[in-house]
């Protein structure tokens, strides 16, 4: 397959796009990746508009869209849908990023919000809002990001100055986790019955009943998340090849992973704040957008898929077993347990990506 | 003297509250191949790990090219000076060609991201270590010698006049052990700087053209290998009884460790 008189193939599998000084290095696995996860997307997001207890259509969909639907038609789309699909996509693609971002700083497969304690932080957050103030959808949101966002600082804090490598991360994540697991438990026991079912129906993690509102806030979270990205993930990548490789190639090691671990949970607060706790889409979303893209990472397809999955569990939900609608949580938890389970039998034999 | 374009300036090393040298200072002399060696836990991959900026002195400093290396911005130092690591980690399924791009991060930027300059040097890196034929192979398929010469391309790419090496040579068989270290005597008749950590003192001898000699943290001889490799430095550094005789192959010293009465019970 090799032979000596090949030419140096030092870009094979990209093509550079060069403008005076400039120059884009597109590898052609990872565009060809990105651009199929972007139309099973639209597509997907077209589906769920034009289909759920009402089916509409793509035509009526289209008509309410450029406004000369029926009344009907454009409240069922712009006040049911159109919020709960905006807030699905930027929610997963939120979780897409943080969870990629995770699995880079602990180079670990299972990095995520979730494993963290990112998202029991949030959940402590939202029982003090639901339980001690009884408060409404707003507080509980606010103080799940505090939450979450305060557990990403706590673990940063507990693991700067000492050796920085993947596992101390992890498991001091997991110690934060399992301490805010008791608290968590301890308040639920605090409450009323129905309290705790709305704590627990929270904690199930939902997409019901969004608004543009809540979907303009997760996108904002999103914008800077992608913008932040952008600057930091040449050196993430870098990172990949070890701390000391990536120091010798220039890369600030400490700068970067501080600022990618409080964009990560900047992310996964903004995601969870708004539609709870969706289990495994963070952790999932970067494996199967490492298994489109082959060796090179890319972040943005991560987003995508990550939106993909909310989105389509989303369909499912609000399809629904027996008639009755599920809350998102439910679905990607199942589904997502079962796609880890399936990881971790493929990949016995091999070791798991870095 | 001749001029030193990485130095350390009585620098305390260590880590965390654990002192490994104190009021160390070393100079790198210029267009040299430097070896450092010495026994297990004496400090000389500390040392070059705070040459390479890895470990910050808690106190004195690091040199290059007269200025504090931690007082300069870390892509620049990145052109000046190339490291490899003693274990490095290669993404799966990444390629030899994609692995030795990577050394050009610090030429790069984010609206930057392949010149023609790269596409060149990548290449020509890939030729001077002799894997230009691998170019497209995945770096877990290759052996450890191989894969040794991938990593040493990717430090090539960095395009730096200073080259650092943390035990290049370790856990590789003794043919790949020899196939790295000519190559870095090609580097350095080629012009570069070389400063590598080695556990093998005949090895050190053949192929260094300068020595630091080290134990417990502190420098115990410097200097050319025909100067300071005599049995009475082998026994200071390394408490071992010893001959040493030409290399008949090379000229150069060969420790030859005497045959102890405790071997013998």
């Not at chain 1, 052609?28 to 997001?45: E, P, T």
């Not at chain 1, 008509?63 to 712009?78: P, R």
């Amino acid at each position: 397959m090799t032979t000596a008189s090949a030419p140096l193939r030092a870009a094979e599998g990209a093509t550079v796009l060069r403008l005076g000084g400039y120059s884009i290095r597109l590898r052609h696995r990872v565009l060809a990746a990105v651009l199929g996860s972007l139309a099973a997307l639209i597509a997907l997001a077209m589906w769920s508009a034009a289909t759920g207890s009402t089916s509409l259509g793509i035509e009526r969909v289209w008509y309410a869209l450029i406004g000369q639907g029926t009344k009907g038609d454009e409240f069922i789309l712009w006040t049911l849908r159109l919020p709960r699909l905006a807030t699905g996509l930027a929610v997963g693609a939120c979780m897409g990023l943080a969870g990629a971002l995770f699995q880079n700083l602990t180079r670990n497969p299972l990095g995520s919000p979730d494993l963290l304690g990112l998202t029991q932080g949030a959940t402590t957050g939202a029982l003090v809002a639901i339980i001690v103030t009884g408060s409404s959808l707003q507080v509980t949101t606010m103080l799940a990001a505090v939450g979450s966002l305060a557990t990403g600082l706590l673990i940063w804090a507990l693991t700067r100055g000492g050796d920085p490598s993947g596992y101390r991360l992890i498991l001091v994540g997991i110690g934060v986790s399992a301490i805010l697991a008791g608290v968590n438990g301890y308040l639920l026991t605090r409450t009323t019955i129905i309290d705790a079912f709305r704590a627990v129906y929270w904690l199930t993690g939902d997409l019901s009943g969004r608004d543009f509102g809540q979907a303009a806030a997760v996108g904002a979270v999103l914008a800077a998340g992608v913008l932040v990205i952008a600057f930091l993930s040449r050196g993430l990548d870098s990172l990949r090849l070890g701390e000391a490789t990536a120091t010798g190639l220039g890369v600030s090691v400490g700068a970067t992973r501080v600022t990618a671990l409080v964009t990560a949970s900047i992310l996964a607060a903004g995601a969870v704040a708004v539609a709870g706790p969706l289990a495994f889409v963070a952790l999932a979303a970067p494996h199967i957008a490492a298994r489109l893209t082959g060796s090179s990472r890319s972040f943005l397809c991560s987003a995508l898929v990550g939106a993909l999955i909310v989105t389509a569990a989303d369909m499912i939900a609000v399809a629904g077993v027996g008639g009755r609608q599920l809350p998102t949580g439910v679905v990607t938890g199942v589904v997502g347990g079962a796609y880890l389970i399936w990881l971790l039998i493929a990949h016995r034999k091999k070791g798991v990506m870095s | 003297m001749t001029t030193s374009p990485l130095a350390a300036r009585k620098a305390t090393l260590g880590y965390g509250r654990t002192v490994i040298s104190e009021g160390l200072s070393v100079d790198i002399p210029e267009g040299e191949f430097t070896v450092i060696m010495g026994p297990n836990a004496c400090g000389k991959s500390t040392l070059l790990k705070a040459l390479a900026r890895m470990l910050k002195p808690s106190h004195g400093t690091v040199l290059l090219d007269g200025k504090d290396i931690h007082h300069q911005n870390t892509r620049a130092v990145a052109r000046r000076l190339g490291l490899l690591p003693q274990s490095p980690i290669a993404p799966d399924g990444i390629t030899v060609a994609d692995l030795v791009a990577r050394g050009r991060y610090p030429h790069q930027g984010i609206l930057r991201q392949w010149s023609a300059d790269d596409e060149r040097v990548v290449g020509e890196a890939m030729a001077a270590t002799d894997i230009a034929d691998l170019a497209s192979r995945g770096v877990d398929e290759l052996s450890g010698g191989q894969r040794q010469r991938v990593w040493i391309a990717m430090v090539l790419a960095q395009q730096t006049p200073l080259l650092l090496l943390d035990e290049p040579t370790t856990y590789l068989d003794i043919t790949h052990q020899i196939e790295v270290l000519d190559l870095c005597a090609k580097l350095h008749r080629e012009g570069r700087t070389l400063v590598a950590v080695l556990h093998d003192l005949n090895q050190a001898a053949r192929y260094a053209t300068h020595l630091i000699a080290m134990r417990e943290g502190e420098v115990v001889a410097e200097g050319a290998p025909a100067d300071i490799v005599t049995a009475e430095t082998v026994r200071q550094v390394f408490d071992l009884p010893c001959r040493i005789i030409d290399d008949p192959e090379s000229g150069t010293p060969l420790v030859i460790p005497s045959v102890r009465a405790t071997n013998l019970v």
